[in-house]
């Protein structure tokens, strides 16, 4: 095969390969019962992804700490979110902040 040919072949099969996993999850869904313990589990586990991914996203920049104004940006914009805010304003807020304590001179 030759170079495009094989990177033809290989994104048809990843293609067909993420649409299965895709359809896998309605399909089986009535037919695998899994116990209590694991659902809750599972749901605690996304929450606790979720949480991770905002952290290391929050705080780390180029490997080093991002500094206390995009920390207190983000602190801002998840109390308002959490006060149940439009996201816009959440949004607004959040960058606002951090805008804000930046032109001031905090990093």
């Known amino acids: 095969m030759t170079g495009t040919s094989t990177l033809l072949v290989a994104i048809a099969v990843l293609a067909v390969g993420t649409y299965a996993c895709r359809v896998a999850g309605?399909?089986?869904r009535a037919r695998v019962t899994l116990p209590e313990q694991?659902?809750?589990l599972t749901g605690?586990?996304?929450v606790v992804l979720l949480a991770a991914v905002a952290a290391t996203?929050?705080?780390i920049v180029d490997h080093g700490f991002a500094g206390?104004?995009?920390l207190v940006g983000v602190v801002v914009g998840g109390l308002l979110a959490w006060r149940r805010a439009p996201f816009a304003a959440v949004v607004l807020a959040a960058a606002g902040t951090t805008a804000a304590l930046r032109a001031c001179g905090v990093t």
């Open 26 to 28: 309605p399909l089986l």
């Open 38 to 40: 694991v659902e809750r």
């Open 44 to 46: 605690r586990a996304t």
């Open 57 to 59: 996203s929050t705080l």
């Open 68 to 70: 206390p104004a995009r």
